[in-house]
């Protein structure tokens, strides 16, 4: 699945496609574009790259939302195993680096600031009524079967 094939599709089908929104998608690509601008070695040398910002993102929700493997996403996009595994890396990395789609650590969550309801629920044991193993027709006959 290429950008440029559900680039049209209704906003609900897009998230359900990708598991994101249409406008978060393009804060991605944002983020990811202004971070390979600054961050370029030299502004007109190199081959381009065969994949657009778009489809790498696709490539890395695609990892994380279906739980595809390396190998399944690289024939789906035409690129070798090892280069789908640094690009869904690479990606990754430069949005947690954003601090826009970083999601806070566990520190955040033991601060003050958050208020936490707690509720109690009784859960008590309650005797399940069984047969008795004492009867002595059961036995027999379990005795008598086994004969």
């Given at each position: 699945m290429r950008y440029t094939?559900?680039?049209?599709?209704?906003?609900?089908?897009?998230?359900?496609?990708?598991?994101?929104?249409k406008d978060t998608f393009e804060k991605m690509i944002c983020v990811v574009d202004d971070y390979k601008?600054?961050?370029?070695?030299?502004?007109?040398?190199?081959?381009?790259?065969?994949?657009?910002?778009?489809?790498?993102?696709?490539?890395?929700?695609?990892?994380?939302?279906?739980?595809?493997?390396?190998?399944?996403?690289s024939v789906c996009y035409g690129v070798s195993e090892m280069h789908c595994w640094r690009i869904i890396t690479s990606t990754e990395q430069i949005?947690?680096?954003?601090?826009i789609f970083h999601l806070p650590g566990k520190k955040a969550l033991h601060s003050a600031e958050n208020n936490f309801e707690i509720i109690v629920i009784d859960v008590s044991e309650h005797p399940i009524e069984r047969p008795k193993k004492s009867n002595g027709v059961t036995i027999q006959e379990r005795k008598s079967d086994i004969l």
């Amino acid at each position: 699945m290429r950008y440029t094939e559900i680039e049209n599709t209704k906003e609900s089908i897009f998230k359900r496609l990708t598991g994101v929104k249409k406008d978060t998608f393009e804060k991605m690509i944002c983020v990811v574009d202004d971070y390979k601008i600054a961050n370029r070695k030299h502004k007109s040398k190199g081959r381009p790259s065969k994949l657009s910002i778009a489809d790498k993102l696709l490539m890395l929700l695609m990892y994380y939302r279906e739980y595809r493997t390396f190998l399944h996403i690289s024939v789906c996009y035409g690129v070798s195993e090892m280069h789908c595994w640094r690009i869904i890396t690479s990606t990754e990395q430069i949005l947690l680096q954003s601090k826009i789609f970083h999601l806070p650590g566990k520190k955040a969550l033991h601060s003050a600031e958050n208020n936490f309801e707690i509720i109690v629920i009784d859960v008590s044991e309650h005797p399940i009524e069984r047969p008795k193993k004492s009867n002595g027709v059961t036995i027999q006959e379990r005795k008598s079967d086994i004969l």
